[in-house]
Each structure stands twice: as structure tokens, then as C-alpha cells.
């Protein structure tokens, strides 16, 4: 069943789009909102584009989109209104008439949501100032630096921080879009949007949205750079900062600091992240005891994984596997 109480009128689902803005990025939460009238057994959702000016705009892949909602006045009745991402963001950020409209329409509506480098729109538009957000990984540091009264989460899927909300990198507007349908219209509705989009019900909103690897290539080349790439082959090993600022040749206090200063994270953040993408790739890929996963990454105890997973991931070990299992099942 659908959520026990049924609204007599649907709630509208507005999304902010303009152009170059990331096709997935629209596509993929507007898609479920409305494929959840479906499942809901009455229409619970209606959902629009709105534009500069309405008709056809054009997104990054070329593939265009039909916007059949202008901005420029308030719009009534707004429910929830999301702000798309893309390339085309930078462009966006020079509208004022968009950043001004924004700033008054969010008063209006019962949610605010950015789907990943749409936060910034809601950023320049003073929405998040003393709130805590997140955005694709790339633009994390440019939301800090541009936006310093945003307390920037770099992360997390999604965050929520009073009525706003904001997502990571491009796929994670659809589990921001699932959380926000779970809000309404109950967990078993969700539930059955998951399985038909393939989707993981619920990928926490803690979840890393990217992996040490990934970081790791991110780094400039040089000392921590290629230490980096051993810490990645050498998890079983103590790795503790005075061990690791030993293999480069230098104190602990500089090695920490310049770390973080060209990784983003400190050197314990890094190893612990480290281990348990290790972990949950492991976890997902064969049938390993969790004890001897634990033991061989270097976390020593399959308490202290069971820990980590529930700090970083929001789910155990076993719930993980149970998840995302694709090996060694009959």
C-alpha cells in the first residue's frame, strides 16, 4: 500500500533547468517522481520544468528538454523545487534574474533540493548560508571557497539541512529523489521505485560518493601522490602517520599537514577510507568471511570493520553484502 493518508491534490515537483545543465541530472529524479503515481495506486506527484523562458532547452549531451514553466514570477502551489547541475552552471551563475527568483521562490516551497553542482545556484542565491551542503566532488572546493558560510560536507550522497537539501555528484539525485518520495509516501512505495529502477534502497546519505582511488588520481604528482598508490596496495600494514611520514622522509607534524594540503583529507582519513572501500569491494565481489576481510585490510578485529562500515556507509558488513553481493552465490 501507498502512504495511509492520500492527498486530494498532487504535489508539484518543479525542477530548475537551463542550458547545459546535466541531462541525468533532471532525468533521473523527475523519472522517479513520476513513476511514483504508479506504485502510489493515485497520482501523489505532478512534475515540470522550469526556464528562462519555457520550450525547448538544450542539455550537455545535446539532447534537449522541454521546459513548460517559466521563471520570473513566484510560482504558487510549488511543493518541492529542485535545481539541476551541468556545465552549464558557470553561465548560470552570471543570471541574475534566475539567482533572484531563486531567492524568492524557495521561501514558498515546502522543500529545496539541488541535484550536484546545482548547489551552487542555491549557494549564489544566499539559500545555504549557516547550512550545511554537499556537491560533486569537483565543485566541493569551489562551493568553500566562493560560499565560506556554507558549511561544506564533501562526502556524503546527500545532505539535509532544515527544508534544503542537496545531492552529490549526478546519480545521487535519484537516491536524494527516493529519500524524499520515502518522506512522503512511505517506505514500501520507495521500496518498489528501487527495484524497478535497479536502484539500492535506501544508499545512505553518508555513503562516500567517491573512492580513495578516485582521490588518489586526483592528487598531484609527487611524493604523496605515489604514497598514496602504496597505502591503496599495502592496507594490511599498521599505517599509522608516523609509519607512513617515515617511508617520505619527514616529521610527522609536516608530513600530516602537507597531506591534507594536497589530498583534501588527513592521512587517518585516507587509510580509513582506504579500508573499507577495500572492504566493501571485497564484501561485494566473493564470499570471504567478514573476519578474515577485516584481518587481511588491516582493520584487526571484524568489530572495529563493523564499526567503520556503520560510520562511513550506514549499513553493516552483512547488510552490504546482502545487498550488493554478484559472486559466489547459488
Not at 101 to 125: D, I, K, N
Not at 134 to 151: G, N
Not at 185 to 200: M, T
Request: include cysteine.
Amino acid at each position: 500500500m501507498a502512504a495511509t493518508v492520500r492527498r486530494r491534490k498532487p504535489r508539484q515537483i518543479v525542477m530548475l533547468v537551463y542550458p547545459s545543465a546535466h541531462l541525468l541530472d533532471i532525468s533521473g529524479p523527475m523519472s522517479l517522481f513520476a513513476a511514483a503515481n504508479d506504485f502510489a495506486g493515485y497520482k501523489a506527484y505532478e512534475v515540470a520544468l522550469a526556464a528562462a523562458v519555457t520550450g525547448p532547452v538544450e542539455t550537455s549531451s545535446g539532447l534537449q528538454i522541454m521546459a513548460t514553466r517559466r521563471i520570473g514570477p513566484v510560482m504558487a502551489g510549488v511543493d518541492t523545487l529542485l535545481v539541476a547541475g551541468g556545465i552549464g552552471v558557470d553561465a548560470a551563475l552570471g543570471e541574475r534574474r534566475l539567482i533572484n527568483w531563486l531567492h524568492r521562490q524557495a521561501p514558498r516551497c515546502r522543500r529545496v533540493a539541488s541535484v550536484c553542482s546545482g548547489a551552487l545556484l542555491l549557494a549564489e542565491a544566499g539559500l545555504l548560508d549557516g547550512r550545511r551542503a554537499v556537491t560533486h566532488w569537483v565543485r566541493c572546493d569551489q562551493l568553500a571557497a566562493d560560499y565560506p558560510k556554507i558549511e561544506v560536507e564533501r562526502d556524503p550522497i546527500f545532505v539535509r539541512d532544515g527544508k534544503f537539501y542537496s545531492s552529490a555528484g549526478v546519480s545521487a539525485g535519484m537516491d536524494l529523489a527516493l529519500a524524499l518520495i520515502e518522506e512522503d509516501l512511505g517506505s514500501s512505495v520507495a521500496a518498489a521505485l528501487a527495484r524497478e529502477f535497479v536502484l539500492y534502497m535506501r544508499r545512505s546519505g553518508g555513503q562516500a560518493q567517491f573512492s580513495p582511488a578516485l582521490k588518489a588520481q586526483s592528487t598531484q604528482p609527487g611524493k604523496i601522490a605515489g604514497l598514496q598508490q602504496w597505502v591503496l596496495a599495502n592496507l594490511h600494514l599498521p599505517l599509522s602517520v608516523e609509519d607512513l611520514a617515515a617511508r617520505i622522509a619527514m616529521s610527522p607534524r609536516h608530513f600530516a599537514r602537507r597531506f591534507t594540503q594536497e589530498a583534501g583529507m588527513t592521512p587517518a582519513a585516507f587509510v580509513t577510507a582506504a579500508r573499507v572501500d577495500a572492504a566493501r569491494q571485497a564484501l561485494a565481489a566473493g564470499t570471504e568471511p567478514i573476519e578474515t576481510v577485516a584481518e587481511r585490510l588491516g582493520f584487526g578485529s571484524a568489530e572495529r570493520l563493523r564499526r567503520s562500515f556503520q560510520r562511513h556507509l550506514a549499513v553493516t558488513p552483512s547488510q552490504f553484502r546482502n545487498h550488493f553481493q554478484t559472486s559466489g552465490v547459488a
